[in-house]
């Protein structure tokens, strides 16, 4: 199950590597994460930053 999106930045650009999170906020709709990413590029435009699902596996529910 999603439970919310973590804004992303690539240290390589468009090449091929792994997005790092750009910080440890969770924001609950992709939209409010969209919303920080367009304020972000705005201070600094030529980074790479992208919108990424946070999952969380059923088993990890507490019961």
Same mark, same amino acid.
């Given at each position: 199950m999603i439970i @919310? $999106? %973590? +804004? +992303?930045?690539s240290?390589? @650009? $468009?090449d091929a590597c792994e997005a790092l999170p750009v910080?440890? /906020?969770i924001y609950l709709t992709e939209e409010s994460c969209h919303l920080m990413l367009d304020? +972000?590029?705005k201070r600094r435009?030529?980074?790479? +930053?992208?919108? @990424?699902? %946070?999952?969380?596996? /059923?088993? /990890?529910?507490?019961?």
């Open positions: @919310g $999106f %973590v +804004l +992303l930045v240290a390589c @650009g $468009f910080s440890d /906020d304020a +972000l590029h435009p030529n980074a790479v +930053l992208s919108c @990424g699902a %946070v999952w969380r596996e /059923d088993s /990890d529910r507490q019961k």
